[in-house]
């Protein structure tokens, strides 16, 4: 099953349009190439799949949607799909 999962844009990386974000404690890097119209910044909340930042979306979205992944039992299909984000990194670049 692939997920769509919130994570919290922490930095920006202007010159190559990633970002790193937080996916519930893990910090990976992420594509924003999809979403630059959304004039994505730091503190704000993304939809990420497969390293790519799909949308914008709110605060309380973001929150309802690990609400229901961790009701569903999917949180560590989630935290397996985020740990294959690898833009510009190495594995040991997770927190």
């Known amino acids: 099953m692939c997920l ?3 994570g919290k844009i922490e930095s920006m990386i202007t010159e190559s349009h990633n970002a790193t974000v937080d996916v ?3 910090r990976r890097q992420v594509s924003l ?3 630059l119209d959304e004039s994505p910044a730091v503190g704000d909340w993304v939809l990420i799949h497969v390293g790519f ?3 914008k979306i ?3 979205h973001a929150e309802e ?3 229901v992944l961790a009701l569903l039992g999917e949180e560590t299909e989630a935290m ?3 740990h294959g984000y690898t833009f510009g990194q190495d594995d040991g670049a997770t927190s």
């Open 4 to 6: 769509a999962i919130p």
């Open 24 to 26: 519930m404690g893990v």
């Open 33 to 35: 190439d999809l979403i």
């Open 53 to 55: 930042a799909m949308s």
């Open 58 to 60: 709110s605060t309380e």
């Open 65 to 67: 949607q690990l609400r």
């Open 80 to 82: 397996e799909e985020v």
